[in-house]
Every structure is written in C-alpha cells, then in structure tokens.
C-alpha cells in the first residue's frame, strides 16, 4: 500500500477513535478497549474495500458487514457517521433514552447496519446465513464479520465456522480481533481459544495472521481472502486493547470502564497531536 494511502487511512482511524471516545463521555457508559482494537479493521473496510453506497445503504449487490462483538458500538457508530451515513453529531446521543444510537449495533433505524448484534456469538452466525444465501441465490457480494478472540469462546461461533467450512463460503471473510483481553482479564486466564488458527484449519478455512493496526496487512490479507476459492477466509488480527490512547493500551479495565473528566482530557491530547501530524 502506498504512503499516501496509509496516511489517510491512519488520518481517518484516528479521527474515529476520537468520535468513539467522545460518544463514550456523552453517555458516560460504553466499551472503550475493543473498540479502540478494531478501528483499524473498521477503517480499511468502510474506507476502502467494501462496495457501499452511502446513498443507497440498502441496495441489494452491497457488501454486508456484522460486527458480531456488538458492543463495540462507538468504533461502529463513529466509522458509519465519518463515512457519511448519519451525521456525526448525533455521535453525542451515543446511549440516551431518546436517542437510536444503542449500546449494541441496533439495525432498524441506524443506516448502515446490517445486522443487530450483542448476544456474543449470534452476529457471526447470522454472517453466515447472508454468506449462504449469497451462493444460494447467485448474487456476487461478500459478506465481512468481525469476532472478538473473547467471543470465540462461545460454543455458536464453532457451529458457525463448521457451516461456513461445510458449504464452501469463499465470499465470507471474518476477522478475529485478538487483543487477548476480555472484561475478566487475558482470554488464557479465562478460557484459552489458542491456537486459534489450528482451529479454523481444522473447520475447513484459509487462515491468515496479520497485525492488525498495520493498514497494508490489513489490506493485502482482504485481497487474498476475496481471490481465496472454495474456502471461507479468517484473519487473525493481532491488536492492542486501547489502540491510539497511551494509558489505555493493553490494560484490561478499559474494556468497558468510562474515562473521567480528566482521563478524556489526556486522551484527547494524544489523539489531537495524532490527526495534527498526520494533517502535517
């Protein structure tokens, strides 16, 4: 990937960790960790891979997306609002009772959405049953998830993965967003999913380890899952909790603690000096 693209892409991820992180201080509530983690996925997706019309969020040949770790909301929401959905203002209604903009991704008022999502595991089934009903009915868009390496120790996630292998589904390419912690501490702690990629080996996948935050990896592992034939196509993305935010990396309270007044200060220090060198 040339410079200049990865600049503009790292320029547009920054600007979305600050609109999560913003959302997130509105409602004084939300999932910081995560969705810091997987902005980057959401960046070179929303901003450069996936055929979708702004316009015409629901036209039928569109790629489809599920975030099926569907609290991380303010990435999702943030990523929608700066490519041009909804308007980025109501980013501030993230949580209110009036407001549509849910804590988990919630598809019936919110464009863009494909799939409503929060119960871990379900989001990646339903990804498979749009991947399926693509081959199904001859139609040539792919259909893109993303799963938290937490959420993967659901039982369903497995079902899943077993379906795609059985029926082929070259047209799904799903992302595991390996930060390798989850709200109780690391995912070996808790319940190990290691090795994650002898797993989906075994359920008939391409499997590719990636880092995550680096764009043209990102990019280039897309571009072989979608050449990829006869098998569905799984990218571990090794990532960093709190990406972008200092004192947020790595640690496992950010999963789905509120940064006080301060820490919002800091934070958004470090996220200015970001988008202004990037700017530069």
């Known amino acids: 990937m040339e410079g200049q693209k990865e600049k503009r892409l790292a320029l547009q991820a920054t600007k979305i960790r600050k609109e999560a992180l913003k959302a997130i201080q509105s409602a004084n509530s939300g999932h910081v960790g995560g969705s810091l983690s997987v902005t980057d996925i959401l960046t070179v997706l929303y901003f450069d891979k996936m055929n979708i019309d702004v316009k015409n969020p629901d036209m039928e040949n569109r790629d489809r997306f599920v975030l099926s770790k569907g609290h991380c909301t303010p990435a999702m929401y943030a990523t929608l609002a700066l490519r041009g959905f909804f308007p980025v203002k109501e980013l501030s209604t993230f949580r209110h009772i009036d407001s549509n903009l849910s804590g988990h991704v919630e598809m019936r008022h919110i464009p863009g959405i494909d ?3 929060g119960s871990l595991g379900q989001g990646f089934s339903a990804a498979v049953g749009m991947a399926l009903s693509a081959k199904i009915y ?4 792919r259909v893109y998830s993303v799963v938290g390496d937490g959420e993967i120790q659901e039982g369903q996630i497995w079902e899943a993965a077993m379906a795609a292998g059985n029926y082929k589904l070259d047209n799904l390419i799903l992302f595991v967003d390996n930060n390798n912690l989850q709200i109780d501490g690391s995912v070996e702690e808790v319940m190990s999913p290691y090795p994650i990629e002898d797993k989906f080996k075994a359920f008939k996948w391409n499997v590719i380890t990636i880092d995550g935050h680096d764009y043209t990896q990102i990019s280039d592992a897309i571009d072989r899952g979608m050449q990829t034939k006869g098998l569905p196509t799984v990218i571990v993305a090794k990532t960093v909790k709190g990406k972008g ?3 947020m ?15 919002c200060a800091l934070a958004y220090k470090e996220l200015d000096d970001a988008i202004a060198k990037l700017e530069a």
Request: net charge negative.
């Open 138 to 141: 001859k139609k040539d868009f």
């Open 245 to 247: 935010i200092s004192y």
């Open 249 to 263: 990396e790595n640690e496992c309270k950010w999963h789905g603690h509120t940064p006080n007044e301060q820490e």
């Open 115 to 117: 799939m409503s999502a």
